[in-house]
């Protein structure tokens, strides 16, 4: 082989290159990132552990013994009773998800496409929210089973939503919609020209389920039952309400108020390991997975229900599941107009006043919580946004070692229950540290905007990258072909094209922070109360009506950000998380 | 405008090699083709150019100026890329203003740079439109608008044409060609389209698995490849090995491996090649040098049997199986009769159209 050199040009030695040249100039830009990480979710972790195994100045595993010993076993108790609730509610919203996603995707009904939107009503529900609901409509003082005492002249009522079943029930009822959205997403992408495959091979329609279609979901579904199962261990809200103390998170709740803190930090630790397993079991199935939507465009044929007596009994189903999506949110704008205090036994509200609305916004204490959390919010989305576009930046286009790292520490947070994050910022940050400037933040503003920033980092990072990776990476290198300097294309290129996925990360970001509720109870002050702890108070000082004003005000932002977020981004939001 | 030196160029990816040794140099004004299948290494050395990557050893330079370190957006070159790579947020005004904002030319200044460029690749009147209202022939029209308003010093083209159907490809092929002449511009161009590359550059590097093979004008690639693989590469050919029985003066008796005699000459013979008694050797004869014969002995004269005749209207195509190779020819409808399959034919192979490739 030869080169068939005309002008060879003498060969000159090579020179140093310019530091952005070097290949090592890339950790130079992506350190900063690896330091918020550390400090705000490794640092946190480890002290929690260190508060764990260092009892009276000497490390020892004995709360560790105390936790699994078996003559005390309330710990081994929540431990089983948290696991117990997540495989329940896996396999309840597991059938009502796919089930919904089924007949929604594959039938035309009378009432499909209200009952479609519908379907994702949960999702607007913040979570103490969403459980104080079932308790007004289902508890044991709630509105139905009342009413069907008095309907029926009963002594007791004949049926409440309380403890264990009533956590699951919602359980269910809120995460339902992981499996919907997931299955619903599967089920359109099954290309029907298989099924037809499987038929004309000789098929008969169980078969063509057992074989095909099952098998095509399996995926899906066992991404969504991790997602469901992690999201089950670390829920609070629920518990909580309906009084069941035996769950991991209750524990961790109680033992800090005994002040038990070792405990406290070793239960902690305990719920971190498995929710971290589960993050790490997810993403290595995540990436296992093969993704088998291969056609594309193709239009799922539904099947119209066409006999009369189907039409009919479609439409009462579809009606009842109407209600029970709608009940929630219209049993809190009904109580919210009621005069506190007045609501004792009777089924329905007996007075009802415009009051509490006006109070919301004219009187200053009741105004307060909303200016905080719209205050602290801000400031967490803020950081949140910075955060997030940097590292889906560095994520998608630059190539640097430590990739996954940086991914599994960015989820690790969002994988972790609420009360973990809040404990383990409570034990990194209730002394002067350097990544907290040399600051005690406990007690100070700035811990819950740390908080909510930790929590809901993945939101903007996930929607983010999710919009980078669909942008040609030449696209980029035109614009610097064409002369443009780094920033300038990032301002004028990357950036504008970026925005739907940027902005609907954010959006959500925002609605997550106002309505959170599990980290904020353990690390608000009185100055700093947010929204849903301001909720949570005035609940228990049985102020229902101005409670629920303040349920119908997030819901109502909630509903309009997420109408806008997918306006700008279309269907991408679904997939941010 | 400006030529371009690649000295002594080298490109590792980690530890997989990307680019060996390229050593060329494209006058101003050029028109320069990197040629090669998918993963020859083409478009890296295109994108070093552009200083997407930098070359792990070797410098390039414009004209005088080095820019081997220099970022891309320094350079001064304007690229079109495959895909096209348009703003899709932006019209198509606003696509090709943007080099031109960037560079802080007044707004007059840019309207009239614009106009002018928008009437050169014939889009009069599409600024205001938006790219996905375009064709994919004007999408390609804007990119090379846009490449070109700058008035770069070299002009980069990575497979432009790959996204476009065939006839527009052909009518893009002539436009790029035009508009090079005119402007004069130093162009290189990426493709692995053996046809794009032979019709439109001034010389041709034809890489294989990061490797240069060959360095060329169209003309000296097709009738003298280096070896087996730019023999095959480059248009259709039949490739015969066999053994030389025999060198007289300028003449060389080979015997193939199927023992036809043929007699080629020695100026027909690449510098890879050993033209010697005994020395075994690689002959790519061109298809359509190939005749039928209407004798079936003498001098260079094979005789086959049909395997399979084609009849596209201006031509007429054979393959013939010769012993144990099959020998593919393409002749002028001179009207004669096509004979059938299994039918006996006689090829003949002039001396002068018998290339020595290794």
Partial sequence: MSTQMQHAPAPTPARRKSITASPYFVYVLVSPLFFILLAYVIYPLYETFIASVNVDEEITWKNYARFFSLEHTANLEALWTSIYISILSV?????????????????????????????LVPMALPPLIGVLSFTFLYGESGIFPRAIKELFGLAQVPFSLKGFWGVVVVHTFTMYTYFFMTATAAIKGLDPSLEEAAANLGANRFTVWRRVILPMLTPAMIASSLLVFMVSMASYTAPLIFGIDRTMTMQIYLSRTNGDLDMAATQSTILSVVSVAFLLIMRWYQGARNYQNLSKGVSVHRTEIKSKAGRTITMVLSFIATIILMLPILVLVLISFSVDGTWTVQILPPQYTLEHYIDLFTDSKTWRPIANSLQLSAVAVIGIVLFGVAAAYAMVRLNFKGKTLMDVLIMLPWALPGTVVAVNLIAAFSEPTVFSFNQVLIGTFWII???????????????????????????????RNLGASWWYSFRRVVF????GGILAGTLLAFVQCIGEFVASILIFTPRTMPLSVAVYQRMYSFEFGTACAYGVLQIAVIIIVLFLSRKVAGDKVNTAV | MSSVTLDH???????????????????????FTFLGPSGCGKTTTLRMIAGFYYPSEGNIRFGSQDVTDLPPHKRNTGMVFQNYALFPHMTVFENIAFGLQVRKVSKTEAKERVERIMG???????GERRIDQLSGGQQQRVALARALVIEPQILLLDEPLSNLDAKLREETRFEIKRLQLELGITTIYVTHDQAEAMSMSDRIMVMQGGVVQQIGTPHDIYHAPVN??????IGETNLWTGTVVAVEGDEVQVRTSSGQLLCGLRKNASPLSRIAVGESVLMSIRPE???????SEGENVVTGTVEMAEFTGACVNYVAQVGSEPLRSMSINLGRPIKQRGASIGMHIPKESIYFAE
């Fill in chain 1, 91 to 119: 396999i309840t919203c597991g059938i009502v998800g796919v089930t919904m996603a089924f007949l929604l995707e594959r039938y035309d009904f009378p009432g499909r496409k209200i009952l479609s939107v519908l379907a």
């Fill in chain 1, 449 to 479: 905007p740390l908080a909510y920033f930790v929590r809901h980092l993945p939101l903007v990072f996930r929607s983010t990258s999710a919009t980078l990776m669909q942008m040609d990476p030449s696209v980029e290198e035109a614009a």
């Fill in chain 1, 496 to 499: 504008p094209m970026a925005w």
């Fill in chain 2, 9 to 31: 160029v080298h490109k590792r990816f980690g530890t997989a090699k990307g680019v060996e040794d390229v050593h060329i140099h494209i006058e101003s004004g050029e028109f």
């Fill in chain 2, 120 to 126: 050169l690749v014939r889009l009069e009147g599409y």
């Fill in chain 2, 228 to 233: 087996r693989f730019v023999a095959s590469f």
């Fill in chain 2, 289 to 295: 040098s190939i005749q039928e014969s209407l004798v």
